[in-house]
């Protein structure tokens, strides 16, 4: 565990809280992508199947419990508690285009030919493009809430920090996992662009509205 | 065994 580790996976916390607060407190998912947490659900439960088979720290252990649990409470917000204000007609991404090459790829380009490792990799894959849904979204709306900006902000954080984590680890352990690093490389460069607007709008106290 | 390649991360 390394600092960049750490704040890592607490900027995933952080973006996930933060999005369940954000529906919880406006009674609303409006401008939320359901595909997208539906697709976050399944790679935090293809992920960690390994709750069963193994243990690794009481840190690790709930962190995942954390995320499977938030996953789902975001799921039944979105389709179930508050689905009269989730915005379906503009949530139109087409998930098969991701799921099944990402399916494919786990097959094809994996550490193990084995159940529980293919569907870690399914995992690692399917992360790095389950935010296209929502950036689609937003870019079908021209606009996003500042608090879900927030929420993304933090997401694409995430990833961003693990990569300085596996360049740590590179140094001081000599361990590297290239499954992880090229999906958590093509991840973070799904956000720059949103990260450009996010600092040059938001942090300016500016609504996050693209041009028409 | 499964693991065997450090899955330690989230």
């Not at chain 1, 991701?98 to 084995?114: A, K, T």
Request: hydrophobic share 50%; aromatic share 18%.
């Amino acid at each position: 565990m390394n600092v960049f580790r750490l704040t890592g996976d607490l900027s995933h916390l952080a973006a996930i809280i933060i999005l369940l607060l954000k529906i919880w407190k406006t009674r609303s998912c409006a401008g939320i992508s359901g595909k997208s947490q539906i697709l976050f659900a399944v790679v935090f439960t293809s992920r960690y199947l390994d709750l069963l088979t193994s243990f690794i720290s009481l840190y690790n252990t709930s962190m995942k419990v954390i995320y499977i649990g938030c996953a789902y409470a975001t799921l039944y917000f979105v389709y179930m508690k508050f689905k009269a204000t989730y915005d379906g007609n503009h949530d139109t991404f087409r998930v098969e285009f991701l799921l099944v090459p990402v399916g494919g790829l786990s097959f094809l380009v994996n550490h193990d030919f084995s159940p529980l490792e293919i569907l870690w990799t399914f995992s690692i894959y399917l992360e790095s493009v389950a935010i296209l849904p929502q950036l689609f979204m937003i870019s079908k709306t021209g606009e996003a809430e500042t608090i879900t900006t927030h929420y993304l902000f933090f997401l694409g954080l995430y990833r961003a920090l693990y990569l300085f984590n596996w360049i740590w680890r590179f140094y001081f352990e000599g361990f590297f996992d290239m499954i992880a690093i090229v999906a958590g490389l093509v991840q973070t460069i799904l956000y720059c662009d949103f990260f450009y607007l996010y600092i040059t709008k938001v942090l300016k106290g500016k609504k996050l509205s693209l041009p028409a | 065994e499964y693991n065997v390649y450090g899955h330690d991360e989230l």
